[in-house]
């Protein structure tokens, strides 16, 4: 077992780690309390390659392993998770979904505008109805021969305002349930695609997220994802992939936040010694590193199960549910190690605890993950472990 980076990897880590130090620590502050949407950001971000980290250099991407992008994520998390899952959307959903399943003209079309950043995509799958129980689409794709007519609501879409493109999941064919479902590609630009308000939220507010309303969108047939009724296992296969970058989030998160509190941990004297040497304190410390840790074991294993080409559904959502609750732990811990100034936004650490709380929610929440691996472990499906 072989547990060293490669050059390459390691040399994209220090390009995430410098890039969030340098350009997402300072503002990030402001970004969270104006829900400024960090525009210059992901536009660097672009530039980098880190929009499209693992798609084929023919279209415009990084040619990057998942291991790699796993590991800029972690490192833009640990300061900025509102510019990270601007990135995850973007990379693991749209992207990944398109270079994967899409046709050679699709992939001419929208890929090469979105692996380099040029456009940014947003993935569009929940409704006011649909959200864990995503079966049931109310969004409906009426088939009108060379085109279909798209009319629906989609809720809590990142990168909902600022986006060029939509996958959207959509009904067309009722009666078939699941199977008759449709994923299309759409332009925001077309008439009767509306964009709704930003939405307010407790964390990760900087990112765009809107509700989307379609009405009477005309798609050409060329803009549908694979075959008739391929649309509700395409929303499923990519999210299991997604699920390995909202790990990556949330094990950055909790690493972050881990990071700020050993450091405050030692400078911070109480009873006339720094508080790290108060055993309260210490074992404090000694559980958020290793429960960060644990997680990075559990989200490097999926990255690297994707990228030896072996199934990874399972490995995804057990990396997903394990390393959320720990963000969720460790940030609230951290902000416990501060004590008064953890709870002033000054310190960070707060932000951290806020942004966690959406990494159990979305791309699946935690009882969704468990739902998917109880599934997995009883059907009898061989553990795909280490050994
Ligand atoms: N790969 C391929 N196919 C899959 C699959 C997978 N990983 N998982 C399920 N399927 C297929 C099944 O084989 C089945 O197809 P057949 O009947 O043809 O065999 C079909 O999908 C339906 O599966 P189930 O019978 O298991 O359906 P279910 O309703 O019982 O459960 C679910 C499905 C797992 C709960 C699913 O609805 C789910 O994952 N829900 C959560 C949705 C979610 O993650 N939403 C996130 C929104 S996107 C987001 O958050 C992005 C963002 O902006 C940050």
């Not at 536009?43 to 790699?68: C, H, K």
């Not at 749209?94 to 456009?119: I, R």
């Not at 009319?151 to 199977?179: C, D, F, M, Y």
């Not at 720990?326 to 960070?348: F, I, P, S």
Request: with cysteine; charged share 20%.
């Amino acid at each position: 077992m072989i547990f060293n980076l490669t050059e390459e990897q390691l040399a994209v880590q220090e390009a995430a780690r410098e890039f969030a130090q340098k350009e997402l620590l300072p503002g990030v502050i402001e970004r969270d309390r104006e829900m400024k949407y960090p525009r210059d950001q992901v536009r660097m971000m672009a530039e980098l390659g880190f929009l499209g980290m693992m798609v084929d250099p023919a279209y415009g991407g990084g040619g990057m392993d998942s291991l790699s992008y796993v590991l800029a994520m972690e490192e833009i998390s640990k300061v900025d998770a509102s510019c990270s899952v601007i990135m995850s959307v973007n990379n693991s959903l749209v992207c990944w979904g398109l270079e994967t399943y899409g046709t050679e003209e699709q992939k001419q079309q929208y890929l090469t505008k979105l692996a380099p950043g040029e456009w940014v995509g947003a993935f569009c799958l929940s409704e006011p109805e649909a959200g864990s129980d995503a079966t049931s689409q109310r969004t409906t794709a009426v088939d009108m021969g060379d085109h279909y007519v798209l009319n629906g609501t989609k809720n809590w879409i990142t990168n909902g305002g600022t986006s060029q493109v939509h996958l959207v999941i959509a009904q067309t064919h009722p009666e078939k349930g699941h199977r008759g479902i449709n994923a299309f590609i759409v332009e925001t630009s077309w008439p009767g695609v509306t964009i709704g308000a930003k939405e307010d939220k407790l964390g990760i507010r900087a990112s765009d997220t809107h509700t989307i309303m379609y009405t009477d969108v005309k798609v050409p047939k060329a803009n549908r994802i694979g075959e008739d009724g391929f649309g509700f296992k395409f929303a499923m296969k990519v999210l299991s992939g997604g699920r390995i970058g909202i790990a990556a989030q949330a094990l950055g998160i909790g690493a972050g936040a881990y990071e700020l509190a050993l450091a405050y941990a030692q400078e911070r004297e109480a009873f006339g010694k720094p508080i790290s040497q108060h055993q309260a304190i210490a074992f404090k410390l000694a559980d958020m590193a290793t429960e960060v840790e644990a997680a990075r074991l559990l989200v490097y294993r999926s990255a690297w199960l994707k990228d030896q080409g072996k199934d990874y559904d399972m490995a995804s959502s057990m990396a997903k549910v394990f390393a959320s609750e720990m963000a969720m732990k460790t940030a609230t811990e951290a902000v416990q190690v501060h004590g008064g100034y953890g709870y002033v936004k000054e310190y960070h650490v707060e932000r951290l605890m806020r942004d966690a709380k959406i990494t159990q929610i979305y791309e699946g929440t935690s009882e969704i993950q468990r739902l998917v691996i109880s599934r997995s472990i009883l059907s009898g499906t061989p553990y795909v472990g280490v050994i």
